[in-house]
C-alpha cells in the first residue's frame, strides 16, 4: 500500500499522559520503516517539548483520537506548528486483544501515513469559544428544568397541586403564591386571590388546588429551589448577553436561518456555534447532515439491508434540531408542517421528527451556502405534485366515513 506520509506521527492520550509514535522512512539498506515511541506527560510545558520533538523529526502529519476532553490541549499546542488531524475514535479501532496505549498509537501512526483516515471537524477559535457559550447556556437550562421539576415534587408531596392548574408555577401568579407559601401564609383563599390576569378566571380551581399540609420542612426545600432556579436563570441571560456580543459578526446568517418555520434565536446561534455559519466545510447538504446525525443508519450483509438507527452525531445540533423540528410540525400553512403530516402516518412520529430535522439542516446548508431566505413551497406542495391522486384520496376518506360524493368543478 502506498505511503502518503512519510513523516508520521500518531497520539494515544490520556489524562495524565500521552504516547507519542513516529514513524519514519527506513535508512538505507533496509526495507522496513523506524519507529519510535515516547511518553510525554499532558501538561503545557511537556507538550512544548512533545511539540519541539516532532517538529525536529519533521513529520508531515500528526493522528489523534477523539478521547474525551482531553484532546484539546495537545491539539491546540500543535495546530498552529504542524498538520494535525482529529479522528473518531470508532474510524480507527484496532483488533480485540491487542489493545495497549502504545499499540493504540503505532496503529494511528500506520492508518496515518497511507491516508486511511478522514479528520473530524474542529472550528477556528472563535467558533469554538461561542460553541463552550452555548452548549453551557443550553446545559444550565436544563439544569433550570431539572430544578423546576424538583420544585413541583415538593408541592406534590406537600398536597398542592398548583402544577394541575397553572401551566407554568413560576410565571408571575405562581411565583406569588409560592412566595407567601413559604413565608407561612396557608388561608386558601388569599393565595388563591393573588392571581393575575387571566389566572384570576381560575381562582375555584387554585382555592382547591392550593388546600394541602405545607410544613415549614417544604417551606425550607422550596426557598432553596426558588434560590437555585433564580441563579441558574440569571447566569443563563449573562451568557446570552455574551452570546449575543460575540454573535455580531454573523448577523446575515441570524436573519436567514431565523425565516426558516420552527428556529428561533436561540436555534440559530447554536447552529452557527455547531457549525461555524461556514458550509464549505461540508461538501453537500447530505456531508451535513450525516455529520449532525440526522440520516438513518446502513445495515447490509449478504445482499439484504436490515433497519438500522440514525447515526451518532453532533448532540447539541441535534437537541436544537430537534426543537426546532417539533415546533415546525405544529406548523399549519407550511411546508415542514405538512410534510411532517404526510409521513406521520407511514413512519410514525418519531421518525416523521427525524425526517424533518434532515429537511431542516438541508435548508440551512443550501440557505448558508447561497446567502438566501428560506423560501416556503407551501402546505400544498404535495397535493399540487398529484391534484389527481389527492382528490381521489379525499373522497375514498370521505366515502369511508359514510358520504356519496360529486365533484363539480370549481372552473
Known sequence: ????????????????????????????????????????????GALLELRDWLVG?????????????????????????????????????GLPGRKTDVADA????????????????????????LRDLTR????????????????????EDAGIKLSAVATDILGVSGRLMLQALI??????????????????????????????????????????????IDQITASILELSARIEEAMRPFARQLELLETIPGIGRSGAEVIIAETGADMTRFRTAGHLASWAGTVPGHHESAGKRRPAATRHGNRWLAAALGIAALSASRTKDTWLGARY???????????????????????????????????????????????????HRAIAQLRRLGYHVELTSAA
Open 136 to 155: 453551557y447556556r443550553s446545559t444550565l437550562a436544563a439544569e433550570r428544568t431539572r430544578e423546576v421539576s424538583r420544585l413541583e415534587k415538593e408541592l
Open 57 to 93: 523529526q519533521e513529520v508531515s502529519l500528526v493522528v489523534m483520537e477523539a478521547t474525551s476532553d482531553y484532546w484539546r490541549s495537545p491539539f491546540y499546542l500543535l495546530e498552529d506548528a504542524l498538520n494535525v488531524m482529529l479522528v473518531n475514535a470508532a474510524h480507527a479501532k
Open 106 to 129: 503505532a496503529w494511528l501512526c500506520q492508518l496515518g501515513e497511507h491516508g486511511l483516515l478522514k479528520p473530524s471537524f474542529v472550528p477556528p477559535e472563535p467558533i469554538r469559544e
Open 341 to 391: 403530516r404526510r409521513l406521520i402516518g407511514r413512519i410514525g412520529k418519531k421518525k416523521a421528527l427525524v425526517a424533518l430535522q434532515h429537511s431542516i439542516l438541508t435548508a440551512v446548508w443550501h440557505m448558508l451556502n447561497s446567502d438566501v431566505p428560506y423560501a416556503d413551497l407551501g402546505a400544498d406542495f404535495f397535493d399540487q405534485i398529484n391534484p389527481e391522486r389527492a382528490k
Open 1 to 44: 500500500m502506498e505511503v502518503l506520509h512519510a513523516r508520521c506521527a500518531a497520539l494515544d492520550i490520556g489524562k495524565k499522559e500521552l504516547k507519542a509514535c513516529v514513524r519514519l522512512p527506513p535508512v538505507s539498506g533496509r526495507k522496513a520503516r523506524r519507529q519510535e515511541i515516547r511518553t510525554f506527560a499532558t501538561t503545557t
Open 183 to 228: 413565608d407561612g401564609e396557608s388561608d386558601v383563599h388569599v393565595l388563591a386571590e393573588m392571581a393575575k390576569a387571566r389566572m384570576r378566571a381560575k381562582i375555584p380551581d387554585l382555592v382547591a388546588a392550593l388546600e394541602g399540609n405545607f410544613r415549614e420542612h417544604h417551606a425550607f426545600l422550596c426557598r432553596i429551589h426558588l434560590g437555585r
